[in-house]
Nanobody
Framework: RLVNSGGGLVQPGGSLRLSCAAS????????IGWFRQALGKDFEGVGV????????YYKDSVKGRFSISRDDVKNTVFLQINNLKPEDTAVYYC?????????????????????WGQGTRVTVSS
């Protein structure tokens, strides 16, 4: 089970840290991906962490502002978002997969992930 938290209303330029807390058989997850869906837009993968070695990957559109980290003691993965922009407004989800990063066809495709958090809403507005 994955539980998302940390969203909220923030002004442009602000920061948020979103959480994805995992419970159950977390050792089976080889990668955790972060996705978002803005109103009227496609579901979009924005970043992935390889749970085997901690390597992170980001879509070009968010590089430099988004950062993924993890706390293995708490079985939690974080998405730090800095310099938030109105276009970051979306519901953010984490997804987990048993597939290794190396064996995925597209690490940003939601079809690669089989377990999902419930989402947390981020609204960027002044």
């Amino acid at each position: 089970r994955l539980v998302n938290s940390g969203g909220g209303l923030v002004q442009p330029g602000g920061s948020l840290r979103l959480s994805c807390a995992a419970s159950g058989f977390t050792a089976e997850y080889h990668a955790i991906g972060w996705f978002r869906q803005a109103l009227g837009k496609d579901f979009e993968g924005v970043g992935v962490i390889d749970m085997s070695n901690g390597d992170t990957y980001y879509k070009d559109s968010v590089k430099g502002r988004f950062s993924i980290s993890r706390d293995d003691v708490k079985n939690t993965v974080f998405l730090q978002i800095n310099n938030l922009k109105p276009e970051d407004t979306a519901v953010y989800y984490c997804g987990a997969t048993r597939t290794t990063v190396q064996n995925m066809g597209n690490i940003y495709s939601d079809s690669e992930y089989h377990r999902w958090g419930q989402g947390t809403r981020v609204t960027v507005s002044s």
